[in-house]
């Protein structure tokens, strides 16, 4: 079984709608990361946690929210979808230097 | 925080020949990883060198780090199709956990 997993893997959605992606992982760490990556500019960091009660802004979190409901969760939302919001989104996970990248989830927005 | 650069964005090179990919950074770092990417799937770690290093090998990888002109390379030796993929480097902002990406090199490797 993967050690970072994300549902679900592809989704799409129309302007306006409420959605939640989800990351869970059996790695047994502290940290957990949600990256954006759009084609051509990389990966963009949104939101990160060190441990569950410690929740961070990252570099374009405007408009996306998150959850960590545990060590092993960390969900991102996006309260009213809009479609420049259509990316790739990884989630992330590390103990150490390394991070652990789980498969993604493709969202498009119409 | 701004992305690095890396260059080139792209590069096509024959099975058996060396690939060399360049990143600029913009800050005072903890270290410098390097991942690979296969087409739309999750990144994968593949070396890291700490800013007190710099050079650093893992298999057919080599990387070298220069903190004075920010800049790190990463030669791939005696290329494999199987190494076709987009590779990314990743500053470690010095005081941080986190990561700030480049925008990728993509190397084809043709058999």
């Known amino acids: 079984d993967a050690d970072v997993t994300q549902t679900p893997r592809n989704r799409i959605t129309k302007t306006g709608k409420r959605i939640m992606l989800e990351c869970s992982q059996t790695?047994?760490?502290?940290?957990m990361y949600w990256y954006r990556q759009d084609p051509g500019l990389g990966l963009r960091l949104i939101y990160y946690?060190?441990?569950?009660?410690?929740?961070n802004k990252g570099e374009i979190s405007d408009g996306y929210s998150v959850s960590r409901q545990a060590q092993a969760k960390f969900s991102l939302s996006l309260e009213s979808a809009i479609p420049n919001q259509t990316a790739l989104y990884f989630c992330?996970?590390?103990?150490?230097?390394?991070?652990?990248f789980g498969p993604g989830t493709r969202l498009t927005v119409l | 925080s701004q992305q690095g650069e890396e260059d080139p964005q792209a590069l096509s090179i024959q099975e058996g020949e060396n690939a060399t990919m360049n990143c600029s950074y913009k800050?005072?770092?903890?270290?410098l990883q390097w991942y690979r990417q296969n087409s739309g799937r999750g990144l994968v770690h593949l070396i890291l060198?700490?800013?007190?290093?710099r050079e650093k090998h893992s298999g057919r990888l080599r990387v070298t780090l220069d903190t004075s002109k920010k800049s790190s390379s990463l030669l791939i030796t005696a290329s494999r199709a199987a190494d076709t993929a987009s590779y990314f480097c990743?500053?470690?902002?010095?005081?941080?956990?986190?990561?700030?990406f480049g925008k990728g090199t993509k190397l084809s490797v043709i058999p």
């Open positions: 946690s060190f441990d569950v009660k410690d929740i």
């Open positions: 992330a996970t590390s103990q150490g230097n390394e991070q652990f």
């Open positions: 790695k047994g760490h502290d940290r």
């Open positions: 060198i700490r800013s007190n290093e």
């Open positions: 990743a500053e470690e902002e010095a005081g941080s956990y986190q990561l700030t």
């Open positions: 800050t005072s770092i903890n270290n």
